[in-house]
């Protein structure tokens, strides 16, 4: 079966089952409330649909547009809404790391952030590692300044300690559009 079931049962034309309807140009201006017959008499007129965009209000909004490029519209629509979702993914950090190691779990978090994806950073602490949060909370530290020097981060939750170790949440710092003039 076909996903876009939503789409697909859009009413158009005569499978409209309203006797008046607002009625939209495809160009966005609004015509005001008419019956169906007269709607759908412009509409052919000018060799395109009347599509019911909703029927949550009396009476239905319909637009004169072509059906293909509506649908076009709408699946594309929905293709971006999904897009959009980011991941939250997981770096470990161990205790007793390395700055070389570092450094390889950044440029690894790099790629996490450049897909748009967000990083928790988990530091795990056993034992008598609980009572050293400090050093802990200095390597988490160190791990984030490395990051800031290979792609610009924002902090969303400061790192944190907890039960059994230490968190922080980072996303990827919003790109400002400098073709604005």
């Not at 490029?69 to 809404?81: H, I, M, R, T």
């Not at 790099?110 to 748009?116: I, M, R, V, Y």
């Not at 984030?144 to 792609?151: F, G, Q, R, V």
């Not at 230490?166 to 919003?174: A, C, D, Q, Y």
Request: include cysteine.
């Amino acid at each position: 079966m076909n996903k876009n079931l939503s789409i697909q049962k859009t009413p158009i034309n005569h499978q409209i089952r309203a006797k008046e309807v607002r009625v939209i140009k495809e160009d966005g201006t609004q015509l005001g409330v008419m019956a169906l017959g007269e709607a759908i008499k412009i509409a052919r007129e000018s060799n395109l649909d009347l599509i019911q965009v909703t029927d949550k209000v009396l009476p239905p909004v319909c637009k004169i547009t072509d059906y293909g490029k509506y649908l076009y519209e709408q699946k594309k629509k929905e293709k971006s809404a999904k897009a959009k979702t980011s991941e939250i993914k997981g770096i470990r950090l161990s205790f007793g790391i390395s700055d070389h190691d570092l450094r390889i779990r950044a440029n690894a978090a790099k790629k996490f952030l450049e897909k748009g994806d967000k990083i928790r950073i988990e530091m795990r602490l056993k034992g008598r590692q609980k009572g050293l949060t400090d050093f802990a909370k200095e390597k988490a530290g160190k791990f984030i300044e490395i990051l800031k020097e290979l792609t610009p981060i924002k902090i969303e939750r400061e790192i944190k300690i907890e039960p059994r170790g230490i968190t922080s949440v980072i996303s990827s710092e919003p790109k400002k559009n400098e073709a604005k003039n």
